[in-house]
């Protein structure tokens, strides 16, 4: 019925084989540290409580996690369950690093002092020269996430290898026309900026100023005040450069509906011969739902325009 496999496990981690799979949804996220799996299947076996689900695309693992949610109902005929499960980035993002102040710190110490086993950073080496301050409350998951954010302007990811990684690919998927159920694009000029105006000190007005060009040919005119007084110098440019491309990330959204199991990742640069597909640049993806069913299987992709915004700074005189 399905491409993907499931493989369930008990506490004792004893695997429990499924009687059969009735449906799943498989999501993953830009936004999210964590994959999400719901899973509908039928068991032989009634009372064991599960713990750990890996899903497989042929011999790639293509989640692995952890069960949230166990839900059973039990008859004559066994045991119909349902699973909620959360990749392995939940072991980190369910636990609460450090509150501590590190002084020119790099990504590879914050990994080797905050992380736990069971994990690996693969990534280069990431690291500022000043202080960088972990508050309470912050994940472990955040630890990391924060600190190569603020240096990089990039997220990191967890991927079902248990692999540390920046959310960034340089696959490139060539979709077939032919695969293609449905097609959706959005352009959203709402939410859109022109550019920002800010200040380096808080005596000061607000005589900085980066404008996107893009933006202003497309008739966009709003734009945003940043106080950048209490931000540090060295992570300035990657603030107001992620700022300007945050706020346009979605201004050209597309949405593919896929027959069958789409092997796709988040940050895969989508290529198809779809008329005006590639106007605004690489298409990105940025949201993937695999969903089995009674109708069949399908892959969801939501994908971002990668803009080039055309950044100007300037001062007033």
Known sequence: MADLTF????????????KAVLSYELSRDADAACDGLRLNLLLDET??????VKAFYGKVCAFNGYVDTQRESINANGS???LYCRSSACLLVDSEAKPFTYNSPSVNALFEIGIGDGFRLCMGNVFSDI????SKGTSKFGLLNDFVLSVTGNRIRVNPKNEIVMLKSERVIKIDCDSILSVKREIN?????MGVDYKLNSADDYLYHRVSRFMQKKRISATRM?????VPDWQRETRLSSFVSNANAGYCCWELNLSGYADIDLADVIRTDLDGFDDYGDVVAVGIRHTCNASGENTVIKAYSALDLEELSYVDE
Not at 7 to 18: A, F, S
Not at 189 to 193: C, E, F
Not at 226 to 230: A, E, Q
Request: charged content about 25%; aromatic content about 12%.
């Open 80 to 82: 119909t369950c349902f």
């Open 189 to 193: 000029r709402g939410n859109a900026v």
């Open 7 to 18: 493989k369930l496990y008990d506490l004792d981690d004893n695997e429990i084989k499924p």
């Open 47 to 52: 009372g064991a409580e599960l713990y750990r």
């Open 226 to 230: 940043l106080n950048m007084s209490n």
């Open 131 to 134: 202080q960088y301050q972990v």
